[in-house]
């Protein structure tokens, strides 16, 4: 763990273009020929290295990607998707079937809970939602039947932090898979260093950074990754949510400027989450010490890369937040929107935005309060200044 460092992992790739090009060609092709027919039949066996069959299954482009994802995340392979959802429900389905159980945490994205509690159960597959920083609430949810162990690095939109180091402990004790979705903190944290068995990510976020495009990644073991891909029993596979190949090669220039966004979102939210909490806003933030896992979570980050980019806080009423983003807007402060990991600041309001698929008690439990607005802090080069003005609008609107 120590002399891992996933951005020099991706620094050390090099991939030389067709005619030399200083990116990698662009596999703009949805079929492969063949120059034998038992070529090809090998190919569909899963016997032929450096062979393509159909896109759909795999292309030259998308294999670039999915091994700098796995050269980030230390893991054998990756697979990558269409979409970050695109790589979270084919991960379970080939975990689970009729009669398996899953314990997740709660406060996950909206998605993915949707995901287990409304369609997963059409299969067969039951979920417990839990508390994923109480371990001993989540060993007791644990089943003979339970399969996955399911969890974001750091919870979308609470920023609670998952001790990965322990859940895999427990994973391991009981022999489950733990699946972590690592979407909010790509570089700051390695979880398949601390244990994790599969890490997941939305690549729309801040890995592919300039929010045009979807798109995912799930980064696991060789085997597992075959197993996604199997031509007669893979569910990324004949579920059928593939990158296509523009938008891999696309992804792949944004991520080699990672690093560098990545320090920059967190120092931006870190001096904000400072400010705004010394003027008596409730602030969430990873890197606040006031910050329930603030020690877990430094132990557990790749320091140079900070607590990343999101931040919480909590203006009282949805009417106010509602204001206040409306006013942020307005001065160019950045936008109301969904999504996270852009260039420019982003704010919604989760609990009628990005988690409303939470029924509105579940999501009074969980600590998901009306007044709560979700910041996605962008690469703003003068931090100050875009303080001062947000500071201006709280004053505006009263709420300073
Ligand atoms: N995981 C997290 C933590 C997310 O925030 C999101 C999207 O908001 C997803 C997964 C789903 O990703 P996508 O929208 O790319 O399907």
Redesign the pocket.
Known sequence: MKNFNPANNIQDLQYFGEFGGVNPSISDSSTYTFLSAKTMFDTFEGNMEGCYLYSRHSSPSNLYLDQALAAMEGTEAANVSA????A?TPTILQLCGTGDHIVSSRTI?G??YAFLKNFTPRLGIKTTFVDITKLDVVQAAITPDTKVLYC?TVS?PLLEVADIKELSSLAKKHNLTLVV?N??SPLSVSPAKLGADIVIH?L??YINGSSDT???VTCASQDFINSLKNVNNGASMLLGPTMDSLRSASIMKNLRTLHIRMKQHSNNAFFLAERFEKDGIKTVYPGLESHPSHTLYKNMINPEYGFGGMMTIDVGTLEKANELMELMQERNLGYLAV?LGFYKTLFSAPGTS?SSEIPLEEQKEMGLTDGLIRFSIGLDNDIERTYQSMKQCMIELNIL
């Open positions: 979409s970050g959802m695109g979270i994205y998605g993915t974001e979308n979705d979407t909010f939305s729309t976020k979807v798109g995912g999504s990005t």
